[in-house]
């Protein structure tokens, strides 16, 4: 029997996938995060939009300096949750 960690949230891999893309639509998101529907992507993608985390160019979507920042942060969490397991 093997242990699996959790998922990591899904506005973590939205974030994580705008910064190694640069921009991206909904669907080229959902299409690397095939773990998470198209409608998890775009509830994601408003909260984030909400928060200030991303922008919006037309149909795409691009990470913002405070998204940057959260998307270190979180990265950072993650390592040290790790590290104590």
Known sequence: MSTQIKP??????ILKILAELG???????????????IATVHENLEKAL??????????????????REFLKAAIEEIKKFVEVI
Do not use: C, N
């Open 50 to 67: 909400l928060m200030g985390l991303v922008a919006r160019e037309g149909r795409y979507y691009i990470l913002t300096d405070k998204g």
């Open 23 to 37: 921009k991206a639509r909904e669907s080229e998101i959902a299409k690397r995060a095939p773990q998470f529907s």
């Open 8 to 13: 990591i949230k899904p506005l973590v891999m």
